[in-house]
C-alpha cells in the first residue's frame, strides 16, 4: 500500500497527461459505477463521500469543506483523501492527498471540454476567479487550443496580482483585466472558477462564437451564468446529469424559458456533438475521475 | 495525522473498554449522523463506503468483501480502513486498518445488547459460528455477565479447535460442542456468528428464558434464525431500523405471522426495556459505531 503526499501527486501527474486519463473514463463510461455522493452537513461546513468504481479500480474520495471563524473556507491541509482498491484482487493500492489530485482532474476534465467545443480557432482565453486551481485551469485550456492570450479576472485583485506573478514564466502572455467585461469580451473560450451565489456571466457580455466551461457551481445554491446564458445557447453539456441538476449551473434550468441541447461529456467525447456559436460545458466534478487519475498515479510508480 | 495498523488497534482498544464507547454512541444517538452504507457491486464482491458524524467526530470505512478464485472470502489483509477528522477544525486525524477494529466494535455492541437485554444470573453462554471474530464476542458477554461456561460450535470442527486452542488460557472454561443442540440447549444467551444464508436456530432448541445476539446476518439473503424465533421471542431489537430491515435478521419479517415488540438498541440504552423470557438483538453493524472507536482510539494517543 502506497501512501502519496499533495507534492508526490504534483510530481507525477500533469495536467497535460490527466487529459487523455479523464477522457477516456467519459469515453468508457459503461464501464463505471459512481453512486451519488453522500453529505454529511456539520455546523460550518461539510464532508462528503465519493465512491467510484473505473474499470479495475474501486476507490472513493472523502473531503469536504470547513470553514474557520472568520468564515474563511479552510484550505485544505492533509484534509481530503482518496483511496483506491484493485477490483480483480481486492488489494488496497494507495491512500493519496487528494488536493491535487482533485485540482489537476478538474482542470483535465476542462480540457476535454475545451476540446471537443470550442471553436477550433481558439485563440483568446479568458479565465474568472483567480483561486488556487486557476493555474492548472489555463494550462488544460492551452493544452488542447493554440491559445495567443489568456485572460484573467478576480474581483480581488491581491489574488489576481499573485496568479500573476506565479505563471510570469508561463509560455502564453497572461493579462490580468480590470473588469469582467474586459476580461471575456474577446474570449473564444471562458472558464468560470469562482465560489459565487449569484449569476454575474451575462449572454451579453459574450462575443458571437465562444465557449464556457462553468466549473465554479459545484453545490446548490452556487451559480455564475446569469439565466440568459443557459436560455440562449445551443448546446449545454454537462459532467453528470443529477450531480449537475443538483449542484451545478443546471439546477437552475427551470428559470429559462427555452434552452440550448443538452448532452452528456460522455456522448459529446463519443462523437455526438455538432458546433453551434456558444455552448456551455457544466462541471461539478465526478469520483469517477479521481478514482481514474489516482489509479493512473498508482500505475506510474 | 496519524497512521494505525491493526496492531496498533489491537493494542490500543480492548473489548472491554470499546463496550462503553458504543453504548454511548446509541444512547446519544441525536448527536450522530449516518447516510445508508453505499455498496459498489464488482464481479467477486463488494465495496462499502460507510460514513458517519458522531459528536464532533466525521468520519468514513472503506470496506467490503472479495471472494478469491476458489470461491474462498478473501482474508481481510490491510484492506479495510477507516478515517476520521475533527469537525471543529476540520483536521484529518487518523487513518487505521479496520479490522482488527470492526471486529472490537462490533463485539462491543454485542455486550452492550447482552448487558441490557439477557437475563442478569445467565451462567452459560453459546457461540456458534468460530471465526475471527469469536473470541472478541466472548469476551464482550463474559465483560458484561459472570459466564461460568462458555460453549463453542462450528460445522467445521477444525476451527472450533483453533478457537478452543486460540483460548486455552482464558478465564472461563470454554467447551467444544459435537452439534448445534448441544451448544444451546442450556445457554442463558446464544450468540449466533456465522455467514449462513439459511435459519438454523429454531425456538425450540432454546431454553425458557434466552436473550439471542444474531451477529451474523448484516446483507440481503443472510439468515442465521428459522422464522419461529422471531415469531416467538417478546422483545427483538436492533442496531439500526433500515439497515437491518435489509441485511439483519429482520429483512424476514413479513415471513413471521406474528412477532415482539420491534426496538431500537438506542431506546433500549435509554431505558426504554422490560424484561421478557425470550429476546433477540439483531446486529449488523453501523458506521457510526466505526468512527467512535476510532476516535477513542486516537484520543489515546
Redesign the interface.
Known amino acids: ?1 502506497r ?1 502519496l503526499t499533495n507534492d508526490d501527486v504534483s510530481n507525477l501527474l500533469t495536467v497535460e497527461e490527466c487529459i487523455p486519463v479523464v477522457e477516456r473514463v467519459f469515453k468508457e463510461i459503461e464501464n463505471t ?1 459512481m ?1 451519488p455522493k ?1 453529505y ?6 461539510d ?1 462528503r ?1 465519493m ?3 473505473v474499470s479495475n479500480t ?1 476507490g ?1 474520495k ?1 473531503c ?3 470553514l474557520d471563524e472568520t468564515g474563511t473556507k ?1 484550505k485544505g ?3 481530503s ?1 482518496v ?1 483506491i ?1 484493485d ?6 493500492l494507495a ?1 493519496m492527498d487528494a488536493e491535487v489530485l482533485t485540482a489537476t482532474r478538474t482542470a483535465a476534465v476542462t480540457g476535454v471540454a475545451t476540446r471537443y467545443m470550442s471553436p477550433e480557432n481558439a485563440r483568446v482565453a479568458a479565465f474568472i476567479g483567480c483561486g488556487l486551481q486557476t493555474s492548472k485551469q489555463i494550462q488544460a485550456v492551452c493544452a488542447v487550443r493554440d491559445i495567443k492570450r489568456v485572460n484573467i479576472f478576480d474581483l480581488d485583485r491581491e489574488r489576481m496580482v499573485e496568479l500573476y506573478n506565479q505563471m510570469e514564466d508561463y509560455k502564453t502572455e497572461i493579462h490580468p483585466c480590470i473588469s469582467l467585461e474586459e476580461c471575456v469580451v474577446n474570449a473564444d473560450i471562458v472558464t468560470t472558477l469562482t465560489p459565487s451565489r449569484q449569476g454575474y456571466l451575462d449572454y451579453h457580455m459574450l462575443q458571437n462564437v465562444c465557449h464556457i466551461n462553468a466549473v465554479g457551481a459545484d453545490a446548490k445554491g452556487k451559480r455564475e451564468l446569469n439565466a440568459n446564458v443557459l436560455d440562449k445557447v445551443g448546446i449545454i453539456a454537462y459532467d453528470e446529469w443529477e450531480q449537475c441538476s443538483h449542484s451545478g449551473e443546471i439546477q437552475y434550468l427551470e428559470e429559462s424559458t427555452q434552452c440550448g441541447v443538452l448532452l452528456s461529456l460522455a456522448h459529446i467525447v463519443s462523437g455526438g456533438f455538432c458546433r453551434t456559436d456558444k455552448t456551455v460545458f457544466d462541471a461539478t466534478g465526478l469520483a469517477i475521475e479521481d478514482v481514474a487519475a489516482a489509479r493512473y498515479i498508482y500505475d506510474k510508480l
Open positions: 500500500m501512501l459505477q453512486p453522500i454529511l452537513d456539520i455546523p460550518n461546513g464532508f463521500a465512491p467510484a468504481v474501486a472513493i472523502w469536504g469543506f470547513h479552510r491541509n492533509a484534509f483523501k483511496i482498491n477490483v480483480d484482487s481486492g488489494d488496497l491512500i
